[in-house]
């Protein structure tokens, strides 16, 4: 089992990795005045940042190097060999559990815990991470042509069901990270769960995994850097425009006030 151990233990670092980019983010809330109301117009939840491409890129890397370096060819290998010496009977969870943490976000502000954004725009978020993510994945697929541990074809390179898995763990982070830094990040662990049975059910290698989860994570990135010029385009409200109503008493005089930033 030795080979399985160190791929889920990779999966953890990169996960790891994801949580420490953010750290910082969560201690500088902690200290701000800013209600959750106006969390959800700050621009900067959008900014490009090349430090958010790190881990994506580093995951990418590994996957795409799985395909060629022997190495980490002979890991791949040797991972599925200890998966078929001790293998589970197969399971379909893998096909839903990659939808479960933003299955989980949508649930979460039903019943009243709010992320960083309302309904219409984290659908155009999230959606724009799902079709980025396919962009990436379905095309890759027919280019590598790499055959799966089953043999069933050759669309092993990436894994689609991760990269999904972590579009959504990605997306569920990016929305509670400042408001609830602890329920952001347990996303994760259904994104990890699908990777791991993605090689349980001898569908994908462990290069594939790992760079799926790599695409994952950039798709969702890059769906918070656009969503400003979709959210224009598509005739949304100015991302810099805030409102704050504030209930005040004056020497005897209550009222409420109203301020509005453009």
Do not use: C
């Not at 400003?228 to 100015?238: A, D, E, H, V």
């Amino acid at each position: 089992m030795k080979g399985l151990i160190a791929g889920i233990i990779l999966i953890f670092i990169g996960f790891q990795n994801v949580v420490a980019q953010d750290s910082i983010a969560v201690d500088k809330v902690k200290d701000s005045i800013i209600s959750p109301v106006a969390l959800n117009t700050d621009q900067a939840n959008h900014q490009f940042s090349y430090k958010k491409l790190i881990i994506p890129a580093t995951l990418i890397t590994y996957g795409v190097a799985s395909l060629s370096i022997k190495g980490l060819k002979q890991l791949n290998s040797s991972t599925q060999y200890e998966i078929s010496e001790h293998k589970p009977d197969p399971i379909k969870l893998d096909n839903y559990s990659q939808f479960a943490p933003a299955a989980l976000v949508y649930g979460l502000n039903a019943i009243g815990i709010r992320g960083q954004h309302n309904f219409r725009d984290r659908s155009i978020i999230y959606g724009t991470s799902l079709l980025i993510s396919s962009a990436f994945t379905l095309p890759l697929k027919h280019l590598t042509k790499e055959e799966r541990p089953d043999g069933s074809n050759n669309l092993s390179f990436p894994s689609g069901h991760t990269a999904m898995a972590f579009a959504s763990a990605q997306f569920m982070f990016r929305e509670y990270k400042d408001t609830n830094f602890w329920l952001g990040v347990s996303g994760y662990s259904f994104a990890v769960f699908t990777g791991v049975y993605r090689m349980l059910n001898n569908k994908h290698w462990f290069g594939d995994v790992v760079g799926g989860a790599g695409f994952g994570i950039l798709s969702t990135e890059l769906a918070y850097w656009l969503y400003p010029k979709i959210n224009k385009l598509l005739g949304g409200k100015s991302e810099r425009s805030q409102t704050m109503v504030m209930p005040f008493y004056q020497q005897g005089n209550v009222g409420i006030g109203l301020v509005k930033n453009f």
